[in-house]
């Protein structure tokens, strides 16, 4: 229990900026004030239904398995309920998220017999069947469409598509600063590198987490 208060401690800062980021970037897109309230509160009103949506639908399904099991419910689920709607983009559909997080929750984990005997992440797994399902409301669809067709832009999801186009960095829309802090348009909690360096440090101060799998996984990427 100890471990899952702070993963949910280190997943704050990327909660908390992803809810001003989402309002940020919608106040932006139409014009709206783009004060510190009104920012937030835009945030809430799109961040918030989200979470009802993933822990309604995933606190019932962890209660039918509980039952079924005959055991108490689990509190891995407050962390697994706090990462969905951080990689999920915020314009996703709520029936969306309830379908995604009932099949991260069964299919990543219960089928396998519940918290710590589960091969993947509930939350990827999640997102995953998102993303192949639905592919167009997760990533977009204009970037499918052929060159030379007649249509004026291509849409594309992030700056580093511009960049493997070779389009220098300061004719992109964002700058090294606004991608590092994370005022850029992406899903609720994985634009900020900094919350995420904060996040990371704090489970490494507590031990939670291993620098060695972090560095590890950052390596591989590279």
């Not at 809430?44 to 639908?57: A, G, K, R």
């Amino acid at each position: 229990k100890r471990s899952m208060i702070f993963v949910v401690i280190a997943l704050l800062p990327c909660l908390l900026f992803g809810i001003y980021n989402t309002g940020y970037q919608s106040n932006l897109l139409y014009g709206a004030n783009t004060s510190i309230f009104n920012n937030i509160w835009a945030g809430l009103l799109t961040v918030l239904p989200i979470y009802i949506v993933t822990y309604s639908v995933g606190g019932l399904c962890e209660a039918i398995f509980s039952i079924i099991r005959k055991h108490e419910i689990n509190e891995g689920f407050l962390v697994t309920g706090m990462l969905i709607p951080l990689c999920m983009p915020p314009d996703i559909p709520l029936w969306m998220v309830g379908i995604a997080t009932a099949f991260g929750i069964v299919i990543g984990k219960e089928i396998f017999g519940g918290t710590g005997f589960n091969v993947f992440n509930p939350a990827l797994v999640a997102r995953a069947f998102l993303f192949f399902s639905y592919p167009t409301k997760m990533s977009g669809d204009k970037v499918w469409v052929a060159q030379g067709s007649g249509v004026d832009v291509i849409s594309q999801a992030t700056p580093l598509a511009d960049l493997a186009n070779n389009i220098p960095i300061n004719e992109v829309n964002h700058s090294w600063f606004d991608m590092f802090i994370g005022f850029i348009p992406g899903s609720i909690g994985e634009t900020s590198t900094l919350c995420i360096l904060i996040g990371a440090l704090f489970l490494i101060i507590t031990g939670i987490g291993s620098w060695r799998t972090m560095f590890g996984v950052f390596v591989g990427m590279i």
